[in-house]
């Protein structure tokens, strides 16, 4: 396949199967969620968020250039800060607060759901585990995230008003940050991948990790709907 084809496989994946299609998303995003869900949704994509400078760490760790250990190295700090009190973590824990969730329950792990722990752990060990051509190209949803972001911000804005605008900064700092971060991915795969083989293997890590963001939302989603099981009036188990 010509490099332009692949672009357009790789786009196509990355759009028809992203998570902003899953019911818990439109539904979020239409301003349908109560307070009490939507604090679920934090809470639980806190733990993907605090995941995210791990999982680029063991990424770093398999380049071979200082120019490429460079470049990701600068996703591991856009995350943790490079000093105490910035970066997309802590932005993330302001979200939290804006939404009353307290940093110490966020920061405990206390809550997450175990189908979230088990598609964020996926998504570590698959890029642990796998070449550097598979976990770059795993990272290429955030070629579909920008629009994600401004639709957000737009969303809570106009539906959540009882949120302090001023915990949306992640959302509007990940806007340009998942542009360039998915440019610069996506010029790493075109480079790389340009057997048949290794062009199949990039689309297959894109697909997995467009399952991994629709299974958390699935475990947001399910957390309390009526148990089949005990009846409607109990919800199911929870940690
Ligand atoms: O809120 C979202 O919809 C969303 C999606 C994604 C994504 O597409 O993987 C990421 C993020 N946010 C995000 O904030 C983020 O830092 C991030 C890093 C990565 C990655 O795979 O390296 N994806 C995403």
Redesign the pocket.
Known sequence: MGTAAFEARLRTIARER???RHPFNVAMHEGRLTPDQLRRWVLN?FHY?RH?PI??ALVLAKFDTREHRRAWLR?VQD?DGRVEGEG?IENWLRLGEAVGLDRELLLSGDEVLPGVRLAVEG?VNFCRLGSPLEAVA??L??L??PG??LT?VDAFERHYRWIDPAGLT??RN?ER??RR?SGEALDLVLSWATTAADQDRAAAALSF?CDV?WSLLDAVAHADTADPVTGPDRVRWRP
């Open positions: 992203y998570h902003d994509r968020q995210i999982k680029d996703r995350h997309g998504y795993a990272s949803t955030e579909s995230a994600i972001m957000r992640y959302f990940r940050e998942g971060d990790k963001l």
